[in-house]
């Protein structure tokens, strides 16, 4: 299957869609002292500052995402959101961020990474839940960057996810025809790498190793899908899938109030490690 996934993918690229090609001309070089941000005057002018992140609740409004018994991915993405957010700003105030949604309200795709690319972004996290349709034991994190997927069940994940652009109005225009339903195009869409994907790859990896060791989390992984919402990004970008909603278990453990700090925190250690990271040139 692996074999012939990759054999697809270069003549596909040779028929890349306009909406693809265009954004391979977007500036993604970070420029010091170029973003509108808050800043000291004593960290403005230094190289290698992460000065603006953009937190993305996936799903929300009349797109609910998937759920369990009681809970709505929507709900629950937007509280992890919320709460990261809430610490990030409380122990950094100079680090500037924006939400892609704030409240329970719809935003197309396409509108998540543009907000991102407005701002100038460092990072983008968007967080999301999980399901499993054959099973109601599978369990634990895993964290997405931009990239070609393995395995079925990581095309699987990035076609749901993917197609919420069905909600949106006049999504056949805004997406040049992609159609988040056809594995052919999910392939295209994951072979367009961006020029950050080794940072990206970086945080994810970060990401991970602290949901096993700071929130006892069982961890699937860093994978790699052809997510819309991460494409529209110029910066390094992950999607956070913090659970299955299908697993009672991690259902009412991602709508406890302990649970959701322990994924808050987890979140937000590693973004201190690679804020760290990259503030030290690493």
């Known amino acids: 299957m692996t074999t012939l996934v990759l054999a697809v993918v270069p003549l596909l690229a040779l028929t890349t869609p306009d909406f693809l090609v265009s954004e391979l001309k977007q500036d993604t070089i970070r420029r010091v002292g170029s973003q509108d941000t808050e800043t000291t005057s004593s960290t403005s002018n230094a190289p290698n500052q992460l000065r603006t992140i953009v937190l993305d609740a996936g799903h929300g409004g009349k797109d609910p995402g998937t759920h369990g018994r009681y809970a709505k991915e929507k709900t629950i993405n937007l509280n992890l959101i919320l709460?990261?957010?809430?610490?990030?700003?409380e122990k950094h105030p100079n680090v500037r961020v924006i939400y892609t949604r704030s409240s329970d309200h719809f935003v197309d795709?396409?509108?998540?990474?543009?907000i991102a690319n407005r701002n100038r972004a460092d990072l983008f996290i968007s967080i999301h839940c999980n399901a499993s349709p054959s099973s109601s034991r599978v369990y634990?994190?895993?964290t997405y960057t931009l990239g070609l997927h393995r395995t079925q069940s990581n095309l699987d994940v990035a076609r749901r996810e993917n197609a919420v652009i069905l909600q949106e109005k006049n999504y056949q225009q805004t997406y040049k025809g992609f159609d988040p339903n056809s594995p052919l195009a999910t392939i295209m869409?994951?072979?367009?790498?961006?020029?950050?994907?080794?940072?990206?790859?970086?945080?994810?990896?970060?990401l991970e190793r602290s949901f096993r060791y700071n929130?006892?989390?069982?961890?699937?992984?860093v994978k790699q899908a052809g997510f819309i919402v991460l494409w529209k990004t110029t910066m390094p970008s992950v999607l956070i899938e913090s659970g299955y909603l299908t697993n009672p278990d991690e259902e009412d453990y991602l709508r406890s109030e302990e649970g959701q700090?322990?994924?808050?925190d987890a979140i937000y250690k590693a973004f201190l490690r690679y804020k760290e990271e990259i503030e030290a040139g690493g």
């Open 215 to 221: 929130a006892s989390r069982k961890s699937n992984g």
């Open 140 to 142: 634990g994190t895993e």
């Open 83 to 89: 709460q990261l957010g809430r610490k990030i700003k």
């Open 189 to 206: 869409l994951a072979n367009y790498q961006h020029a950050f994907i080794e940072s990206s790859i970086n945080f994810a990896e970060k």
């Open 261 to 264: 700090d322990e994924m808050t």
């Open 109 to 114: 795709l396409y509108e998540r990474g543009a």
